[in-house]
């Protein structure tokens, strides 16, 4: 799990909670509630963050470093704690709604209204059986296998093989493992809807959406504004690639209603279809070269990957990460035990900062390096705050930083640090272009569906008989993207994504698409930069980095139009960044696409 994305309320909790609990439910009976008691409240919630984030991380952390009966035993009573914790400051935070707060007061409390991800109602035999729920859902994915094979080796396969059958067969397999997670994920919808209601929100959906300082109907539409800037890019790129994918497979690549089936694009969620460049990269189509390969050419090992990544943020003029970044993460698979090996960063305390990661010698992992990076950058910005404030200034800022890092990992760079020996020429703009595309354009609609459909799921839309029809409706509609085999309602697709068993909101990483190529924007006009936008570096520029700094610094203490104006100078999400940084390569596919049928019928 990626503590970041919990913020502050998330981190807490452990023994010493109860006190602070009996606390909180004394005063509320004795007390009425002005602004004095309210900034009295904070503080004190503040000091228990601090004490208690620190024992929940060293918790959390054990679980998903070894997982074992014992550490999901620990991890299912701290969440107990938390969400009971949780519950009454929420509760707490709710009684001064109708109090005048100075503006940080204020904003802490609507944040402490809204922190937990799945709140459960104020009944500690709810809260015990919602933990035990979370927990086994986990675990469920992290013991997760298909002949043996754990999705890291699932997603190897996917990634590399071009046999149709073995990818169907994989493809399948892997979800064989979500189908008994099925009945506990319906029993947890319950439970914590009826917490969210207990707390004023209409549903856990809505409670999430109100994560993005405006009213949740607003954040949806907001939602749907951006999808509908990119949407037209993402039909080019989905017509162009399912025909290079009918040149590879034949029929096998497309349905009759214009969809292409889900196994065939290099990912095991079809998410990410980078892996499938080779395949659709035609002749003017040539990057020059292939990132993984001058890795693995120049000998890099984790370690050095990770260094690398390092001294892209030193080169801004961030401080190095502390000794104990090195001595306390993990960069490898160990072969002995099950690890949680889906990729996160964390701050376990003021100092302390982690990432985990099972680091392979390719080019994606290369860049999620620079996106866990990102994450313990910002973690370590705002610790000039409390608790409270240690946040992004929405979660999709937190997942953009080290995304829009990585965005200046270009020839150009590449060659500065010697892996490349001269940048390749004009020339090679459409294989660089359609090598970003296949992951960040393909990703846009794929990100869309998990909360779209988690949003149908808590309020009711989508009802447990249809958990995977309406997975499949949404990945039919917005992706183009179908099952290869019959699905029914004996499976559970959304499962075998690790972010639905793992809870983890994924709104965040949408608009985190949208957001870094604002940031790469914004970044390459400060540093003057003159050529096109996908061959921009920023390495090295301290300009930028003091800049981004001031935004990092934020955290959560403003609304995120604040943050976004202090380093954009835009108060807007806004689609044209990423819409100019790929505009020749639309130009490019909508030739290659003239007078194909493009599109597809979804039903
Ligand atoms: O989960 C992640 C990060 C950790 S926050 C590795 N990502 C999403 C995913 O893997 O599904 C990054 C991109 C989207
Ligand atoms: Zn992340």
């Known amino acids: 799990m990626n503590k970041v994305s919990i913020g502050a309320v998330g981190i807490l909790l452990g023994a010493a909670a109860y006190w602070v609990i009996d606390n909180y439910a004394a005063r509320d009976a004795a007390s009425e509630p002005t602004a004095e008691t309210a900034m009295a409240f904070i503080s004190e919630t503040e000091n228990t963050f601090q004490e208690l984030g620190e024992y929940a991380g060293h918790v959390f952390w054990i ?40 503006f940080d007061t204020r904003r802490k409390m609507d944040s402490l209204r809204r922190g937990l991800t799945l709140p459960a109602p104020d009944d500690p035999e709810k809260m ?77 959906g809505a409670l999430w959406r109100e994560g993005y300082d405006m009213p949740a109907d607003e954040f949806t539409a907001e939602a749907d504004r951006l999808w509908g800037q990119v949407q037209p890019l993402y039909e080019s790129l989905h017509c162009y690639v399912r025909d290079r994918l009918v040149d590879q497979y034949g029929d096998a690549a497309v349905t009759g209603s214009g969809m292409i089936p889900a196994h065939l694009l290099g990912n095991i969620w079809a998410q990410q279809w980078g892996n499938v460049f080779p395949l659709v990269a035609e002749g003017d189509a040539d990057p020059g070269y292939d990132l993984t390969q001058l890795l693995v050419d120049a000998g890099y090992d984790e370690i050095q990957m990770v260094k690398t990544g390092e001294a892209f943020f030193t080169s801004l003029g961030f401080e190095p990460l502390p000794e104990t970044f090195w001595e306390r993460s993990l960069f490898t698979k160990p072969q002995d035990r099950i690890v949680q090996c889906h990729a996160s960063a964390w701050d376990i305390d003021d100092e302390d900062f982690r990432i985990k990661m099972c680091i392979d010698i390719t080019g994606e992992d290369f860049n999620t390096i620079h996106h866990e990076l990102g994450h313990n950058f910002y973690q370590r910005a705002y610790k000039i705050h409390g608790p409270i404030y240690q946040g992004g200034a929405n979660d999709g800022f937190h997942e953009a930083i080290g995304d829009f890092i990585a965005l200046s990992i270009t020839p150009n760079y590449l060659v500065q640090l010697g892996l490349l020996d001269e940048e390749p020429d004009a020339s090679a703009d459409i294989g660089l272009l359609l090598s970003q595309a296949l992951d960040k354009i393909a990703f846009l609609p794929f990100s869309l569906v998990v909360d779209q459909w988690r949003w149908k799921v808590f309020s009711g839309e989508i009802s447990p008989e249809n958990y995977n029809a309406g997975w499949w409706a949404l990945r039919e509609q917005y992706q183009g993207v179908t099952p290869p085999v019959e699905r029914t309602e004996a499976d559970f697709d959304p499962g075998a994504k690790y972010h639905i068993p793992g809870n983890v909101p994924y709104m965040r990483y949408f608009l985190a698409h949208i ?53 954009t100078g835009t108060r807007e999400m806004d689609g044209s960044a990423i819409l100019a940084y790929f505009a020749p390569l639309k130009d490019w596919l909508d030739e290659k696409n003239a007078g194909k049928q493009c599109g597809w019928d979804a039903g």
């Not at 093989?161 to 994989?170: G, H, I, P, Q, T």
């Not at 924007?521 to 520029?541: E, F, L, S």
């Open 63 to 102: 679980q998903a470093n070894f997982f074992t009966h014992d550490s999901n035993w620990l991890v299912t009573k701290v969440s107990e704690e938390f969400t009971s914790l949780g519950v009454k400051l929420s509760k707490e935070a709710s009684r001064y709604n109708d109090v005048e707060l100075d």
């Open 128 to 204: 015990a059986e919602l933990a035990e729920i979370t927990t086994g859902l986990e675990s469920t994915y992290a013991f997760g296998k298909y002949n043996g094979l754990a999705d890291v080796d699932i997603i190897k396969i996917m990634a590399t093989s071009r046999n149709e059958a073995e990818l169907k067969d994989v493809w399948q397999g892997w979800r064989t493992v979500s189908p008994p997670m099925r009945d506990d994920y319906a029993r947890m919808v319950e439970i914590a809807n009826q917490g969210s209601q207990e707390l004023g929100f209409a549903d856990t």
């Open 515 to 567: 957001l870094q190529f604002q940031f790469h924007k914004a970044a390459c006009d400060m540093a003057g930069w003159q050529g096109p936008v996908h061959r921009c570096t920023i390495y090295g520029n301290r300009e930028v980095g003091d800049r981004l700094n001031t935004m990092l610094e934020m955290g959560s203490s403003k609304p995120w139009p604040d943050a976004l104006e202090a380093f």
